[in-house]
């Protein structure tokens, strides 16, 4: 059972820092902000 953690825990790792590293996209920052202002998004 401990190897199964060893590799989810990698994964999963891995997983949220590309999440994170999408948020930083121009396409993101503009779909958020369109929304704040509640208009259409100019992508």
């Avoid at 994964?11 to 121009?26: K, N, Q, R």
């Amino acid at each position: 059972m401990n190897w199964y953690r060893q590799v989810a825990g990698s994964i999963f790792d891995a997983s949220l820092a590309l999440e994170f590293y999408g948020f930083a996209w121009p396409e993101v920052r503009e779909g958020l902000a369109s929304h704040r202002e509640r208009r259409t998004p100019r992508f």
